[in-house]
C-alpha cells in the first residue's frame, strides 16, 4: 500500500516538473508598444521670407524721339538727325518669398542714376539749313513685381528665370534747346511721369550658405517714355519732345537672404519594440 503511494506521489511530481519545463519554454507575452515618436526635423530653407539686394549697369537702346510740332507754328520740315542715350548705374532691393523649392516671388525698387540724353536735328528755311541740339538727363525709379522659375540646383549653382510687371517713375531734367547758327536756346520744363515697366530675367545663383545667396542676372528692362516741352528765350510757341521706348540690358549683382525660414511639419514615427530573447529548452 505504501509503494503504491509513492508511486503514484512520484508520477504526480514527475508530471508537474514537465509542465513547469514546458511552461519554461514558451515566450513572455509581449510588453505593450511604445507611443509613437515625435521627430522634429530641420528647418526647411527652400521655402520661406528673403530680403534682397541689388547693383548693376544698365547698357541704354536705342530709343524713339518725337518731335510735336506747337500748333500754332508755322510747318517746317524738322527732322532728328542723330540721337544717343549714355549707359547708366542702379541700386535697389526688396523683399520676396520662396514658395516651394522652384517657384518665388518678391518686389523690388531701384533707383537708375542720370544717363546723359542728346540729339540734333535739321531744318531748311528761307533757302538755309539750321541745326538744333538737344541734351538732358534722365534719370527713374523702378518699381517691379517679379516671379522666378529655379531650373534645379548643380554643386550649389541654380539657373532661374523670370519676369516682372510695373511702374518707372521717370524724370527729364535740365533739357535744352540751343539752336545753330542762330544762336536761339529755349529750355525743358523737368517733367516727371509714370509709365508702365517690365523686365524679363535670367541669372545663376550660388548657395554660399544654406540661407545666403549670390545671383548674377541679366535683364531687359522696358521703362516707358516721358515727354517734355521747351520753353523759349525771347517768346515762341513752345514745341513738345517725346522719348519713347525706353529700354535697357542690364548686368546685375545681387545678395539674397532667406531671414525667416519656414520648419517643415512635425512627423510622428513609430519604433517596434526588440523581440523577446528566445530560450533554450536545455
Known amino acids: 500500500m505504501v509503494a503504491r503511494f509513492t508511486a503514484v506521489s512520484l508520477t504526480a511530481l514527475a508530471l508537474v516538473a514537465a509542465n513547469a519545463a514546458n511552461a519554461a519554454d514558451y515566450s513572455q507575452p509581449l510588453p505593450p508598444p511604445p507611443p509613437p515618436m515625435l521627430v522634429q526635423p530641420a528647418p526647411q530653407f527652400a521655402s520661406g521670407w528673403y530680403l534682397r539686394g541689388n547693383v548693376g549697369v544698365g547698357i541704354n537702346n536705342a530709343y524713339e524721339l518725337d518731335y510735336l510740332k506747337n500748333p500754332a ?17 542702379f541700386i535697389g532691393g526688396g523683399a520676396g518669398y ?25 531744318y531748311t528755311f528761307g533757302g538755309g539749313t539750321f541745326l538744333d541740339t538737344y541734351e538732358g538727363q534722365l534719370s527713374s525709379w523702378v518699381f517691379l513685381a517679379n516671379a522666378y522659375v ?6 550649389c549653382f541654380t539657373p532661374f528665370v523670370g519676369a516682372g510687371i510695373g511702374g518707372a517713375y521717370n524724370t527729364l ?31 545663376i545663383a550660388y548657395d554660399v ?8 542676372t541679366y535683364r531687359y528692362l522696358n521703362y516707358g517714355s516721358i515727354t517734355d516741352t521747351v520753353d523759349c528765350v525771347g517768346g515762341c510757341n ?17 545678395l539674397r ?23 533554450s529548452r536545455g
Not at 520662396?98 to 535739321?122: I, M, P, Q
Not at 542762330?182 to 515697366?197: C, Y
Not at 550658405?209 to 548674377?216: A, D, G, H, I
Open 73 to 89: 507754328s508755322p510747318p517746317n520740315n524738322f527732322q532728328f538727325e542723330s540721337k544717343s542715350i549714355a549707359d547708366t548705374f
Open 98 to 122: 520662396e514658395w516651394n523649392n522652384w517657384l518665388r516671388f518678391d518686389a523690388t525698387a531701384e533707383y537708375r542714376a542720370k544717363s546723359r540724353v542728346y540729339a540734333f536735328g535739321r
Open 150 to 155: 529655379d531650373l534645379g540646383t548643380w554643386n
Open 173 to 203: 531734367s535740365n533739357f535744352t534747346d540751343i539752336g545753330i547758327p542762330t544762336a536761339g536756346r529755349g529750355f525743358g520744363r523737368n517733367p516727371s511721369e509714370w509709365n508702365l515697366a517690365w523686365a524679363l530675367y535670367a541669372g
Open 209 to 216: 550658405s544654406q540661407n545666403f545667396k549670390v545671383e548674377l
Open 238 to 254: 513752345p514745341d513738345s519732345y517725346k522719348f519713347k521706348n525706353l529700354s535697357s540690358n542690364d548686368i546685375m549683382l545681387g
Open 257 to 279: 537672404w532667406t531671414c525667416c525660414e519656414v520648419p517643415a511639419p512635425p512627423q510622428y514615427v513609430y519604433t517596434p519594440p526588440p523581440p523577446p530573447p528566445l530560450r
